[in-house]
């Protein structure tokens, strides 16, 4: 929304040049996300509580493990609450990696939320072990699809790690003398 905001209105107020800054936009994104913890974290937590939506511990485990009774679960959900609701301010939805990372995101913790409401609701193993592999492997199998025909950087797969402070700096991995050594470049130099 920021991002937004600073492409529509920048001809009129100079002052939102700001928001295109990645750096700002992700300090942010952190202020809201711990603000979003603090107002909503213990009122969600007391509400799991209150429906008696919590964890049983497994008479296998261990001793200590029983004290951990009752513990709520389903808590991914004010975390991933969190994430969705700062990045819908401060992510730049222009930007199909960004959008991409949102709903895979979105897909990952789908098969949490999913396991969790089985536990809850029809039995306490909640979704097989190969069910929940399966699931997190076809949403990797399209990650990977994604980062194949996109590219990270360049439309080119590389294994480059990108320096948010510094514009257009990125750590490289060189692999060709199979050492594997971290070099530091301000620009990807393809030869």
């Not at 060189?174 to 301000?186: E, L």
């Amino acid at each position: 929304m920021l991002y937004l905001l600073q492409s529509l209105f920048i001809n009129n107020w100079g002052v939102l040049r700001i928001f295109k800054s990645i750096t700002i936009r992700a300090s942010i994104a952190f202020i809201i996300a711990f603000v979003f913890m603090l107002i909503f974290g213990k009122p969600f937590i007391k509400w799991l509580k209150k429906k008696k939506y919590g964890d049983t511990a497994r008479e296998e485990g261990p001793q200590s493990h029983f004290s951990k009774s009752g513990t709520p679960t389903m808590g991914g959900l004010l975390i991933i609450g969190a994430i969705i609701f700062s990045t819908l301010i401060a992510g730049n939805f222009t930007n199909k990696f960004i959008v991409f990372l949102f709903i895979i995101t979105i897909l990952f913790t789908t098969i949490g939320f999913y396991d969790d409401y089985l536990k809850l609701t029809r039995h306490k193993n909640g979704l097989s072990g190969k069910k929940k592999i399966l699931g997190q492997m076809i949403i990797t199998a399209l990650t990977f699809w994604f980062v194949y025909k996109y590219g990270l950087v360049n439309k080119t797969i590389d294994f480059s790690i990108v320096n948010p402070i510094i514009k257009n700096s990125y750590f490289y991995i060189n692999n060709r003398k199979k050492i594997n050594k971290f070099v530091y470049f301000n620009s990807i130099i393809e030869k």
